[in-house]
């Protein structure tokens, strides 16, 4: 069955650090990928998206992802964090079931210090 | 614009009591979606809705029913509450037909 795995639950760091969150997932063929956010006390959000192209998408606020379809993976980057940079983050991949399914990691709650 | 609302925000319910999760979307979509989410796993597709009048199954629809009347409103109905459908239930819409890109706040339900 196809999977998504984000390889840390909870992640600390401080301001100006730089962030990469991992996202792995498991089917071999075409895959539409996605992060989406959210912050405290917010909605849920798309991030950014990856459909073709350009392996290397960028998001609002700064955010990146590169797809490398070697590794299975999507991972969400971010050269500086702020601490308004505090929320939940997921990963999914929809990857042939439908055009509107999608598997979801769990989540990764991304703590900022300031 | 409101964007995506639910209500009510929390329930608990007794098991076997039913109840209907109400999601209405101001931005004239016509995909919505309802899915679950539980502790340290992702979020899972109850129902889809591609437009008025049209509904899928999702990955877990058993327990639940759906209805969309119209292009604005998403209905989840649970007919017989079990503890297992304990959960925060997001509903979602897009303009586009493809994943989900606006998601309501939430309903937090507990069933005793």
């Known amino acids: 069955a196809q999977s998504v795995s984000q390889h840390n639950h909870h992640v600390i760091l401080s301001e100006a650090a730089s962030l990469e969150l991992g996202c792995n997932y498991s089917y071999g063929g075409t895959v539409n990928l996605f992060w989406y956010v959210q912050y405290p006390g917010q909605h849920l959000q798309l991030l950014l998206k990856y459909f073709s192209g350009d392996p290397l998408v960028k998001g609002i606020k700064g955010f990146e992802a590169e797809f490398i379809k070697s590794k299975f993976s999507f991972n969400l980057r971010k050269p500086s964090v702020q601490w308004s940079d505090t929320a939940e983050y997921f990963c999914a991949v929809n990857a042939g079931i439908s055009n509107y399914q999608l598997i979801w990691g769990a989540g990764t709650k991304l703590i900022i210090k300031p | 614009n409101a964007g995506v609302t639910q209500t009510p925000k929390f329930q608990v319910l007794k098991t076997g009591q039913s109840m209907t999760l109400q999601c209405a979307q101001d931005?004239?979509?016509?995909?919505m979606y309802w899915y679950r989410q539980d502790p340290g796993m992702g979020l899972r597709l109850i129902y889809y809705?591609?437009?008025?009048?049209?509904?899928d199954k999702g990955e877990v629809p058993n327990g639940y029913n759906v209805s969309r009347l119209n292009k604005r409103e998403f209905s989840l109905r649970l007919e017989s509450a079990a503890p297992s459908q304990t959960s925060v239930y997001f509903c979602?819409?897009?303009?586009?037909?493809?994943?989900?890109?606006?998601f309501g706040p939430g309903t937090r339900l507990l069933v005793l």
């Open positions: 979602a819409s897009t303009g586009l037909a493809g994943p989900p890109q606006y």
């Open positions: 931005m004239n979509h016509n995909s």
């Open positions: 809705s591609a437009s008025e009048g049209t509904t």
